[in-house]
């Protein structure tokens, strides 16, 4: 079985992403994980305004599981992993890892569906499928 590559993203934390405590709130560890979503469909050849404007399909998050493991805080520099765990035809999966020095902070498992102007499913399409295939074929951990 073929290990799964895993894309990287850097992420400051904000006076405006913590709590009074300057902790980071939990509801912002999904704003992170978005952030680098994007960022990792835009470096494989799939961006999400692309793929709108080129086939009037977006991707939504059909659900979200997230454990928090342990608190990030004011100003550290964090690191949100993306692997590609799944690739139906009208969905994708993601692992979805925040880290500060290599420690893990919070898990998020990400479904999310292809869907089409109207709110429903809709097969990815072949480029972008293709795309994703070619992306975790060609990069590595």
């Known amino acids: 079985m073929r290990k799964a590559s895993t894309h990287r993203h850097p992420i400051r934390v904000y006076y405006e992403d913590t709590d009074a405590g300057g902790v980071v709130y939990y509801a912002n560890y999904l ?5 680098a979503r994007t960022e990792f469909m835009r470096e494989a050849g799939a961006e999400h305004a692309g793929m709108l404007r080129d086939t009037g399909l977006s991707f939504f998050v059909r659900r979200c599981e997230v454990d928090y493991l342990k608190p990030a805080r004011l100003d550290d520099l964090l690191q949100v992993e993306t692997q590609i765990t799944n690739v139906g035809g009208a969905s994708l999966e993601a692992l979805q890892t925040v880290k500060r020095d290599g420690e893990d902070l919070a898990r998020l498992r990400v479904k999310l569906a292809c869907l089409n102007q109207a709110g429903r499913p ?4 072949e480029r972008i499928h293709q795309a994703l295939q070619n992306f975790s074929q060609s990069h590595s951990s």
């Open 31 to 35: 704003r992170f994980a978005e952030r």
């Open 122 to 125: 809709a097969r990815l399409p």
